[in-house]
């Protein structure tokens, strides 16, 4: 069945650096993905959406990149702080579908 | 805080039981989303309501069903339960039919004994 995964289920990045989190996906009929973040104990909280006819968008310290081609979304998370110590998920919906499939997720570690 | 009120936030219960968790969507959003996530199958989306309707279904038992009512807010009913049917239970609510934003509340976390 269709599914979407993830490269990595962990990373420890230095607090100040950048983050990169990847996203694999086998549904080429996906229309919209979106990435969440999830702290301990908490449900997960959106951070940035993309559509399909977009490579790219940007929000505040975050980008989220899209590569068709290849089935790929990456999250860059810039100057991480401990703040952004949190489970990463990406999930997508296709065209006309109303329910998202999550990604395993990845845990992102900083340290100060 | 998301806005999206769920509970109760914990629930020990034993198989064979039933139980009902609750919802209360985003002042506004007319749709509401149950997932289950457990530690093996990660996040799945169980079912969505909009405005009163079902709209989408997703792996759902046949043990579970869903309903929203007027007022919007949203119960999930879990029963003959089973001990894999431990998780947590998350609702999420958007403003529009699709998945667009949608925000999530902080879970009820379900413990069969």
């Known amino acids: 069945g269709e599914s979407v995964g993830l490269h990595l289920p962990t990373l420890s990045v230095q607090e100040g650096d950048n983050s990169i989190i990847n996203c694999a996906y086998s549904n080429s009929a996906s229309d919209y993905f979106i990435w969440y973040k999830q702290e301990s104990g908490k449900g997960p909280q959106f951070i940035i959406d993309i559509r399909s006819n977009m490579d790219k968008r940007q929000g505040q310290r975050v980008t989220v990149l899209l590569n068709k081609t290849v089935k790929h979304l990456s999250l860059q998370i810039a100057a991480t702080q401990p703040g952004d110590s949190a489970v990463y998920f990406c999930?997508?919906?296709?065209?006309?579908?109303?329910?998202?499939?999550f990604g395993k997720g990845t845990k992102l570690s900083v340290i100060p | 805080d998301s806005g999206v009120t769920q509970t109760p936030k914990h629930l020990i219960t034993a198989t064979g039981q039933r139980v009902t968790l609750r919802c209360s969507p985003r002042?506004?959003?007319?749709?509401v989303y149950w997932y289950q996530q457990s530690l093996d199958q990660g996040l799945q989306f169980l079912i969505q309501?909009?405005?009163?309707?079902?709209?989408a279904k997703g792996n759902i038992l046949e043990r579970f069903s869903a309903q929203q009512f007027p007022d919007l807010h949203s119960e999930l009913n879990l029963s003959s339960l089973e001990l894999g049917d431990s998780a947590l239970y998350f609702c999420?609510?958007?403003?529009?039919?699709?998945?667009?934003?949608?925000?999530f509340g902080q879970g009820t976390r379900l413990t069969v004994v």
């Open positions: 309501y909009y405005n009163g309707e079902e709209r």
């Open positions: 002042s506004g959003d007319l749709s």
């Open positions: 999420a609510s958007s403003g529009q039919v699709g998945n667009t934003e949608a925000f």
């Open positions: 999930a997508e919906s296709g065209a006309g579908s109303y329910q998202l499939t």
